[in-house]
Structure formats: C-alpha cells, structure tokens
C-alpha cells in the first residue's frame, strides 16, 4: 500500500505528516500506531514495528509532499519535488551509464531525469536498511518503452510522477513469496 499527500509544511510538520500517513495505513490492517507504539531500530537505525515484525513500513518527506509505503517485505519510499541537476552528487553517487544519460539531456528534462534516478536509488537503499552509506554509484536504473531497467535482482521498482510531473515518487519492494 502507497499513500502520498501533497502539502505545503515546515519540516517538523512534514515529518508529523508523513506519520499520520502511516498511521492512517496501518489503520487499514487494524494496527494501532501513535507516540507510544514500540518502534525497534536497525543497526543503521530503519524503524519497524517492535511487535509486529511481519509489517514492513517506509517514510518519506520532502517540501511539499509526503509518502508512505507498507508492505509484507522489506521495502523502501523516497519522495521529491523535482530537484537541479547536481553535477558533484552524479559524480560521487550515479553509474557511468546514469551519467551518459544525463549528458544527453539539458535544462528541464535533466533535472527531472536527475530526480527520477535519485528517488529510484534512495528507495532502494532505504529498503535494504543501510541509507546513504551504500555506495550508489554501484547501483544503476535507466528507462526503456516507460519501464524502469535495472541489474538488481530479488526486488521491484515502481515510479509515479505527480502533479505533472513536478513530483516523483519511487518505491522499492524485495521480492518473495507473499505470506497470504
């Protein structure tokens, strides 16, 4: 289940958003969530339900909006409003072939593309647990025929563009035989 709100809020605000979201999600599985439910935090601190490890949940906020996915596998969301090119962050995080992408497009269109592939890497670090400490030059996407392309194998990749494409919202899902 994905659940994406459109907002305009400061930060603090738009992390108490992104947990409402939450909470309206795990409503829908008849799980109670506020301040006092029992979070565990992995070694590079990704939050799950302390009692109910069968429940796999992921957050992300940004200026003007926020998501939330849940899922019965590890899964990871990164959201954002469509960012500058950032020549330095492509140098130090994208694949040789994400680069190339990139060189062959200007102005709009590159920093659309430019947030596609980030949001796509983010949400794919964040479902494995480690955050921005992977090496995401190590990881590569493109697109062909409106399909996400990528070499990692055992998860799924989803991407919407919203409000005309002035948001993009990525999901990573590991795949596996599903509990039900």
Same mark, same amino acid.
């Given at each position: 289940? /994905?659940?994406?709100?459109?907002?305009?809020?400061?930060?603090?605000?738009?992390?108490?958003?992104?947990?409402?979201?939450?909470?309206?999600?795990?409503?829908?599985?008849?799980?109670? +969530?506020?301040?006092?439910?029992?979070?565990?935090?992995?070694?590079?601190?990704?939050?799950?339900?302390?009692?109910?490890?069968?429940?796999?949940?992921?957050?992300?906020?940004?200026?003007?909006?926020?998501?939330?996915?849940?899922?019965?596998?590890?899964?990871?969301?990164?959201?954002? &409003?469509?960012?500058?090119?950032?020549?330095?962050? =492509?140098?130090?995080?994208?694949?040789?072939?994400?680069?190339?992408?990139?060189?062959?497009?200007?102005?709009?269109?590159?920093?659309?593309?430019?947030?596609?592939?980030?949001?796509?890497?983010?949400? +794919? =670090?964040?479902?494995?647990?480690?955050?921005?400490?992977?090496?995401?030059?190590?990881?590569?996407?493109?697109?062909?025929?409106?399909? /996400?392309?990528?070499? /990692?194998? &055992?998860?799924?990749?989803?991407? +919407?563009? /919203?409000?005309? &494409?002035?948001? =993009?919202?990525?999901?990573?899902?590991?795949?596996?035989?599903?509990? +039900?």
């Amino acid at each position: 289940m /994905i659940m994406v709100s459109l907002m305009e809020l400061d930060v603090k605000k738009q992390h108490d958003h992104a947990h409402a979201l939450l909470r309206e999600c795990l409503k829908k599985r008849n799980i109670c +969530y506020d301040e006092s439910t029992p979070l565990l935090r992995s070694e590079r601190g990704k939050p799950s339900l302390a009692e109910r490890p069968d429940v796999h949940f992921n957050l992300s906020h940004a200026k003007g909006i926020a998501a939330c996915v849940i899922s019965d596998r590890e899964c990871g969301i990164d959201c954002e &409003g469509i960012r500058d090119y950032r020549p330095n962050v =492509v140098k130090r995080a994208f694949s040789e072939e994400e680069q190339r992408l990139l060189e062959a497009v200007s102005g709009e269109e590159r920093d659309r593309l430019f947030t596609r592939l980030w949001t796509l890497k983010e949400s +794919y =670090v964040k479902a494995l647990g480690e955050g921005i400490a992977y090496p995401l030059n190590k990881v590569s996407f493109s697109f062909s025929e409106g399909e /996400i392309v990528t070499d /990692i194998e &055992g998860y799924r990749f989803r991407q +919407y563009l /919203i409000r005309d &494409g002035s948001f =993009v919202v990525s999901v990573c899902e590991k795949l596996g035989k599903c509990p +039900y």
